[in-house]
């Protein structure tokens, strides 16, 4: 088991920043890639990035490529989401997940799920 749990949301006005954090407990963080998804009211749950185990290789949703970062510091069994130049549509409960295999950008794929922290974005 792997728990998950996020921290970092808030209200930002437009144009602003914010860094969400997700603290992992139990197995071992670092044989995991990890992934942050978000779901906006009335909307399906959408991937925004992902990281390798090592944190050699990132990706990203087209919607935040540019604008946000992923990372992760396995010391601290972290993983990171910095999101800058934040748009009222970036405005949804986010999560971090965890898996081991299949798609990164695909939330089937994913075997473990914090409980989200909500981010809203006012204009």
């Known amino acids: 088991q792997v728990q998950l749990v996020e921290s970092g949301g808030g209200l930002v006005q437009a144009g602003g920043s914010l860094r969400l954090s997700c603290a992992a407990s139990?197995?071992?963080?670092?044989?995991?890639?990890m992934g942050w998804f978000r779901q906006a009211p009335g909307k399906e749950r959408e991937w925004v990035a992902a990281?390798?185990?090592?944190?050699?290789?990132?990706y990203y949703a087209g919607s935040v490529k540019g604008r946000f970062t992923i990372s992760r510091d396995n010391n601290k069994n972290t993983v990171y989401l910095q999101m800058n130049s934040l748009m009222p549509e970036d405005t949804a409960v986010y999560y971090c997940?965890?898996?081991?295999?299949?798609?990164?950008?695909?939330?089937?794929?994913?075997?473990?799920w914090g409980q989200g922290t909500q981010v809203t974005v006012s204009s």
């Open positions: 997940a965890a898996h081991r295999y299949g798609s990164y950008s695909n939330s089937a794929a994913y075997d473990y």
């Open positions: 139990g197995r071992t963080f670092s044989n995991y890639h």
């Open positions: 990281i390798s185990e090592y944190g050699g290789n990132t």
